[in-house]
Structures are given as structure tokens and as C-alpha cells.
């Protein structure tokens, strides 16, 4: 009942700060001062679609995806030229490695940019080839991602991944085969699939502790407005009572082999992880349907690749929509992104906001403490296991109304 509450409360508030209503001219603010950034890079190209992705993603042709590229590196130089400088690169898609020597040229040109210390690349299991995987450690990746979502054939022939990517079992060999050539090797998996049992989690739990996985990324499946008939009619009505079942399931199977790096992400070490939010509290969006926030300012790239393509031609950043947030919002913003991170540096937070902190954000500490989800450990204040699902739930909702967002582009493209 309360999750369903935290939830419902959620949507509504997420669902209005992606509104981007009330600038006329979008924009990038100037760099500042000079503090930890991050540059996310976005290539929407993919061999096939599966049904429940709500990303900015198009089916991979060579030609637009080679040109794509191309402009993918306009923008880069043209973060350079604004004096922007980032310390880590995040590329995920889509498919980054679609076409392996564009993805090579864009990391070298980022690489002699700016002042990289850490590269995270999404992949797919097809991809673990040992020539893309190669390529990838002469480019400097410390983290590679891999797009797993479960072992268990059926699920992966309801997603239309069985066919694409192999049977689980082919997946955990090429997964063993990986296994330590970067710093890092994560799984990304899903739960909560319509025909999901504790038994299939299980296994795939099995699975990836026989491997002996670095990192596991364990969201839950995230339905937008635009992909819930085709999951239904594919995999079936979501319930969303296994889920926190579930999650507890994960934990209490990898904790304390695996730490929590944030509330769905466990590892070994220390590690990048795919909520580079969590870690940074800025980044920029590059490529098409992007989204960044740099200094209090949250923008969008242009969801058409024709228009973004052109836009880096002329010389322009590919910008769509734009919004100041508030402090408020800014508050609650790294309010929630430093939790799941499972906690919250006060000190620092006081720093940040000048000393507003309990001020503006006594309503929502007041409201989590009361339902037992934060706890204090003087002078940070941290997640405890109900607020860890809570905060599952939160992210659920905020990943969502950014799918959301990205139907409501898309459909205003298509007009």
C-alpha cells in the first residue's frame, strides 16, 4: 500500500518536471565553475527492436548511422569549444557497438577533448566477438555493459532476443569468455516479466555467480504509455506485486558477495555504474533524444536524426527543449539521485545549497523517515531495506516518465 502510494505521488511529480514548459529558447547554460561532469553519449541504432525498450533507439542501416557518427563528433567539438570538461564517458544506446570503427574514432576524438579517467560502453551478447572486444580494450574501456535481461530461452523468445542474441546458455559462455578482459564487466538484467517465476530468478542468479560477474545492473521491467499493448500482447499483463518479492529475492541471494552500488546495482568492487547520476552530479546528453542537466538546467537533443544531423552541420547544438529547475527542484532532484546511491552526504549537500538544505527538504526527510526508510548515521543519512525498495519503486517511476517524455517527442515529430 505504501510503495502503491510512492509511486502514484511519484508518476505525478515526475510526470510534471518533464513537461519542459515555459522556454521559448532552448538552451546549454555556460560551464561555471568547474566541478565533476560527466559526457553521456547516445547512438540510437539497433540490429532489431525488442518490445518493452522506450529508448530513443531506430533500426541500424549504414549509412545514416555512419552520418550519424559524424555528427555525433560536431557536437562533441562543440562542447569542447563552449570550455566544458568531463572526467568520465558514459555511451549507451541503442547498440554503441553497431559499427565498431565509428564508435573507436568518436571515443579518441572525446579522449583528446577532455580529461577522461573512466569509459563505460553498453553492449549486446552478439557483440562479444574478439574483434569488436579488442577494439574496445585499445580504446580504453574500463566498464563494459552487456544487455542480458535473463537466461531463460523462453523469456528471451518473448523478448525477440532468442533468435538476435543466442540461448542463455551461449550468452553465459560469451560472458565467461569476457570475464576479465576490462576492469569491469556488468550484466544487465531485468525482473518482473509477466511470466517470471521465482524459480527462473533463481536460476539466473545461479548463472551469474557460477560466471563470477563483476557487476549486476537488476532493473525492473519499466513499462511507458507507448510500449504497454505491445508487452502485453508479447509478454503478458505486468504484476506488480512480484516485484518487490522479487527484489528481495536478488538481494538477499547477492548481498553480502555483491555490494550495493545503488539500490538495483550490486558489485564487487568499485566500479562505474549505469546510474552515473548517482556519482556525477552533472553530465551532458549528446547524440539524438538525449537528455542533460548541467547547472541547474535540464535539456533535450532533438529526437529526429535527419533535424540532429543537420542542426551539427549548420554548426548548432541539436537542442529540442530546455528547463531551469528551480532550487526546490534542484534539491529533490539530488535528493533522490544520492539515495539511490543508497546514501546521502548531508555535509556536502548543506555545502552545495548554502545551508537550505533542511529547510527545503524537511517535508520529503519527515515523509521517508516516517515509513521507515531512511535512517541517520550521523552525518549522513542512508537507505534502509524498505527504503531501498522505495527507492526501486521511485526510480521505476522516474525512468518512466523520461520514456514517456521521449513517446511525447516522438509523436510530436510524426505530426
Not at 309 to 326: H, K, M, N, T, W
Amino acid at each position: 500500500m505504501i510503495n502503491s502510494l510512492i509511486a502514484g505521488k511519484a508518476r505525478r511529480e515526475f510526470s510534471r518536471a518533464m513537461r519542459f514548459e515555459g522556454e521559448r529558447t532552448p538552451h546549454v547554460p555556460p560551464p561555471g565553475t568547474p566541478r565533476p561532469r560527466l559526457l553521456y553519449i547516445h547512438i540510437p541504432f539497433c540490429e532489431r527492436l525488442c518490445p518493452y525498450c522506450s529508448f530513443n533507439r531506430v533500426t541500424f542501416m549504414e549509412d545514416p548511422c555512419r552520418a550519424y557518427f559524424r555528427a555525433l563528433r560536431k557536437e562533441i567539438t562543440l562542447y569542447r569549444e563552449l570550455g566544458y570538461d568531463f572526467g568520465a564517458i558514459y555511451i549507451g544506446g541503442g547498440t554503441p557497438t553497431v559499427l565498431i570503427d565509428e564508435l573507436e574514432e568518436t571515443i579518441a576524438l572525446a579522449y583528446t577533448s577532455f580529461h577522461i579517467r573512466e569509459l563505460s560502453v553498453e553492449t549486446n551478447p552478439n557483440h562479444l566477438t574478439e574483434e569488436r572486444l579488442a577494439i574496445l580494450q585499445r580504446a580504453g574501456v574500463n566498464r563494459l555493459s552487456v544487455g542480458v535481461q535473463s537466461f531463460d530461452d523462453g523469456l528471451l523468445k518473448k523478448m525477440d532476443r532468442y533468435d538476435k542474441y543466442g540461448s542463455g546458455a551461449e550468452i553465459a559462455g560469451r560472458l565467461r569468455q569476457t570475464r576479465g578482459r576490462f576492469g569491469t564487466l556488468n550484466a544487465d538484467m531485468i525482473f518482473n516479466f509477466p511470466t517470471q517465476t521465482a524459480a527462473m530468478l533463481d536460476r539466473d542468479l545461479d548463472i551469474l555467480q557460477e560466471i563470477g560477474i563483476d557487476q549486476v545492473t537488476w532493473y525492473p521491467l519499466m513499462v511507458s504509455d507507448s510500449t504497454r499493448q505491445k508487452v502485453m500482447e508479447t509478454l503478458g499483463r505486468v504484476d506488480g506485486r512480484q516485484e518487490e518479492r522479487f527484489y528481495h529475492q536478488i538481494v538477499s541471494r547477492l548481498v553480502p558477495s555483491y555490494r550495493f552500488s545503488s539500490a538495483w546495482c550490486f558489485s564487487k568492487g568499485q566500479a562505474m555504474i549505469d546510474e552515473y547520476i548517482v556519482d556525477y552530479d552533472e553530465y551532458a546528453g549528446l547524440g539524438s533524444g538525449s537528455i542533460g542537466y548541467l547547472n541547474g538546467t535540464c535539456y533535450a537533443n532533438t529526437f529526429d536524426i535527419s533535424g540532429y544531423i543537420a542542426q551539427l552541420d549548420r554548426g548548432e547544438l541539436p537542442l529540442a527543449a530546455s528547463r531551469v529547475f528551480s532550487v526546490r527542484d534542484q534539491l529533490r532532484y539530488d535528493f533522490l539521485m544520492k539515495l539511490f546511491g543508497t546514501r546521502l552526504d548531508t555535509v556536502a549537500l548543506r555545502k552545495k545549497y548554502e545551508g537550505r538544505f533542511l529547510s527545503l527538504l524537511w517535508p520529503d526527510l519527515l515523509a521517508f523517515s516516517l515509513i521507515g526508510a531512511l535512517s541517520w548515521r550521523a552525518p549522513d543519512i542512508v537507505l534502509t531495506k524498505r527504503g531501498r525498495y522505495a527507492w526501486v519503486v521511485l526510480m521505476r517511476e522516474f525512468f518512466t516518465a523520461v520514456n514517456n517524455f521521449r513517446d511525447f517527442c516522438r509523436s510530436q515529430m510524426a505530426q
